[in-house]
């Protein structure tokens, strides 16, 4: 009886070490992205046949010799119906309730982070949050590794009151616009870590990518497995929490991050770019959208009264705390297939000390305007508020033309989780300047499809600046569809 129990014990071990196993990202719940080839990938035995069988097509492979397999199936239809993928080796692995639809990853640190319990008016959305049709994948934890990692954790949930609470609210946000819109199943995956830096979520090849950070690249390529990394530690979070995701098939990305690099202009650029190429090439998807929220207004806000001019925190120049940041965050823009969701209105008025906006709602679907617009071609709704796109000089005014006018522009104002609303008030936070770089309160004007800016202290304008400072609190340039205009600087000064 006891060899009997010894041999069925060592088959037992045999069988398992011969077992097909799947990645955390695949698994039963999950939605498949339509439209694309989708990896479906795993581990096995050396030479060990295996079979993948879903939505009427069968593909077929052989582990390779360092235990790894993958086949690509062909490119499926929505379908919200659920279904049931095989996988077929010595051993079989039926994965239920599969759907077919759009899947989007949501990172960044904590503003990406905090939940739909941490923000505006959670017990109604939570109370309202049963979309079957939504599904859910958390990335645990706040691991880091020096080296990219093939094996992670989590598991996808149903969208439901239990499973949302938790979740990120700009992801469900977003995720619920892009569902209700499309009417086709949405699948989220949340990998997120508060405080953190764009250095550590950015892979080896993005650094490679762009020649001013060829230190980095440097650096990053000279990790062993014994190299101490941490959440500070370039690509270490990537190599913990995004790359065993890869290469899951999905449509695009979203972003909110930039606090922690909140000191930098330009080499917060370099930065994006490194980040973005780097993810697409590991995704396998060089078409990748990638969306990210540009930095919420914080701390004191820039007084707009000329009343107290005398005030330090009245300067028309702006240029202090996260200005710049959100400049690079614009001129990242130049990368295709991106979008920027303008969220300089939208800090708690009462609290301007707070870094974390509780109102996720309007950043989830400002980043879904974009996706809308761009990634799937309605071009009947505007993708973002008015961007600065150019200005004439004409005599002593400075005439400012936009992009993403939408149905025109017009001074607004928003409070709370409302809609944006016309207001009567005079526009805000334009500033111009002469030759002699001294800045002073412009008086603006909107004229048509443009912004007319003059001043009575400068007689030969030569540069323009609106919102250009950490808490652009008064700015209340809009378009027509309630969307806020981005800051900007015409000058390099």
């Given at each position: 009886?006891?060899?009997?129990?010894?041999?069925?014990?060592?088959?037992?071990?045999?069988?398992?070490?011969?077992?097909?196993?799947?990645?955390?990202?695949?698994?039963?719940?999950?939605?498949?992205?339509?439209?694309?080839?989708?990896?479906?990938?795993?581990?096995?035995?050396?030479?060990?046949?295996?079979?993948?069988?879903?939505?009427?097509?069968?593909?077929?492979?052989?582990?390779?010799?360092?235990?790894?397999?993958?086949?690509?199936?062909?490119?499926?239809?929505?379908?919200?119906?659920?279904?049931?993928?095989?996988?077929?080796?010595?051993?079989?692995?039926?994965?239920?309730?599969?759907?077919?639809?759009?899947?989007?990853?949501?990172?960044?640190?904590?503003?990406?982070?905090?939940?739909?319990?941490?923000?505006?008016?959670?017990?109604?959305?939570?109370?309202?949050?049963?979309?079957?049709?939504?599904?859910?994948?958390?990335?645990?934890?706040?691991?880091?590794?020096?080296?990219?990692?093939?094996?992670?954790?989590?598991?996808?949930?149903?969208?439901?009151?239990?499973?949302?609470?938790?979740?990120?609210?700009?992801?469900?946000?977003?995720?619920?616009?892009?569902?209700?819109?499309?009417?086709?199943p949405v699948g989220l995956i949340g990998s997120n870590w508060g405080g953190t830096k764009i250095e550590p979520w950015t892979t080896l090849d993005g650094f490679k990518s762009v020649p001013e950070l060829s230190e980095q690249a440097k650096n990053v390529a000279a990790y062993t497995k014994d190299t101490k990394v941490g959440g500070g530690t370039p690509s270490a979070i990537y190599n913990s929490m995004v790359h065993p995701l890869t290469p899951y098939a999905m449509r695009g990305a979203i972003w909110y991050q930039g606090e922690s690099n909140g000191n930098e202009g330009v080499t917060y650029y370099q930065k994006k770019h490194a980040l973005v190429k780097g993810w697409r090439k590991a995704f396998q998807n060089p078409d990748l959208g990638f969306y990210w929220?540009?930095?919420?207004?914080?701390?004191?806000?820039?007084?707009?009264?000329?009343?107290?001019?005398?005030?330090?925190?009245?300067?028309?120049?702006?240029?202090?705390?996260?200005?710049?940041?959100?400049?690079?965050?614009?001129?990242?823009?130049?990368?295709?297939?991106?979008?920027?969701?303008?969220?300089?209105?939208?800090?708690?008025?009462?609290?301007?000390?707070?870094?974390?906006?509780?109102?996720?709602?309007?950043?989830?679907?400002?980043?879904?305007?974009?996706?809308?617009?761009?990634?799937?071609?309605?071009?009947?709704?505007?993708?973002?508020?008015?961007?600065?796109?150019?200005?004439?000089?004409?005599?002593?005014?400075?005439?400012?033309?936009?992009?993403?006018?939408?149905?025109?522009?017009?001074?607004?104002?928003?409070?709370?989780?409302?809609?944006?609303?016309?207001?009567?008030?005079?526009?805000?936070?334009?500033?111009?300047?002469?030759?002699?770089?001294?800045?002073?309160?412009?008086?603006?004007?909107?004229?048509?499809?443009?912004?007319?800016?003059?001043?009575?202290?400068?007689?030969?304008?030569?540069?323009?600046?609106?919102?250009?400072?950490?808490?652009?609190?008064?700015?209340?340039?809009?378009?027509?569809?309630?969307?806020?205009?981005?800051?900007?600087?015409?000058?390099?000064?």
């Amino acid at each position: 009886m006891q060899r009997l129990s010894i041999f069925l014990l060592a088959l037992a071990c045999s069988i398992s070490a011969y077992a097909v196993r799947l990645p955390a990202v695949i698994n039963s719940h999950m939605v498949l992205q339509r439209d694309m080839q989708v990896p479906i990938w795993g581990w096995g035995d050396a030479g060990e046949k295996v079979t993948v069988t879903f939505a009427g097509q069968k593909k077929e492979t052989t582990v390779g010799k360092h235990g790894e397999w993958m086949v690509k199936l062909n490119k499926l239809k929505a379908n919200a119906s659920p279904s049931v993928l095989t996988i077929k080796g010595n051993n079989e692995i039926k994965l239920e309730n599969v759907l077919v639809g759009e899947v989007w990853i949501c990172s960044g640190q904590s503003n990406m982070e905090w939940h739909v319990r941490q923000c505006a008016n959670p017990q109604e959305e939570i109370a309202k949050a049963n979309y079957s049709k939504i599904r859910l994948f958390d990335v645990p934890g706040h691991t880091v590794h020096p080296l990219p990692q093939r094996e992670g954790k989590g598991s996808w949930q149903v969208c439901s009151s239990d499973s949302v609470a938790k979740f990120s609210a700009t992801g469900y946000y977003f995720g619920r616009r892009i569902h209700l819109s499309l009417g086709v199943p949405v699948g989220l995956i949340g990998s997120n870590w508060g405080g953190t830096k764009i250095e550590p979520w950015t892979t080896l090849d993005g650094f490679k990518s762009v020649p001013e950070l060829s230190e980095q690249a440097k650096n990053v390529a000279a990790y062993t497995k014994d190299t101490k990394v941490g959440g500070g530690t370039p690509s270490a979070i990537y190599n913990s929490m995004v790359h065993p995701l890869t290469p899951y098939a999905m449509r695009g990305a979203i972003w909110y991050q930039g606090e922690s690099n909140g000191n930098e202009g330009v080499t917060y650029y370099q930065k994006k770019h490194a980040l973005v190429k780097g993810w697409r090439k590991a995704f396998q998807n060089p078409d990748l959208g990638f969306y990210w929220v540009q930095l919420c207004n914080f701390r004191k806000p820039n007084v707009m009264d000329i009343k107290d001019a005398s005030k330090e925190e009245s300067r028309p120049e702006g240029g202090d705390g996260w200005a710049r940041l959100r400049e690079a965050q614009t001129q990242a823009l130049d990368l295709k297939h991106t979008g920027m969701a303008v969220i300089i209105d939208l800090a708690d008025a009462h609290n301007p000390n707070d870094i974390h906006p509780k109102n996720k709602q309007d950043v989830g679907g400002r980043l879904a305007q974009w996706a809308l617009n761009q990634t799937y071609g309605k071009k009947h709704m505007v993708a973002s508020g008015p961007l600065y796109s150019g200005h004439e000089i004409k005599g002593n005014k400075i005439h400012v033309t936009f992009n993403n006018v939408g149905q025109g522009l017009m001074v607004g104002k928003k409070v709370g989780l409302d809609p944006t609303q016309q207001d009567k008030g005079n526009l805000k936070h334009f500033s111009i300047a002469g030759a002699d770089k001294k800045w002073h309160w412009a008086d603006a004007k909107i004229v048509g499809d443009k912004v007319v800016l003059s001043s009575k202290n400068v007689k030969t304008p030569v540069a323009a600046r609106y919102a250009f400072t950490m808490n652009p609190a008064d700015a209340n340039l809009y378009n027509i569809d309630g969307l806020p205009a981005g800051p900007f600087r015409t000058d390099d000064w």
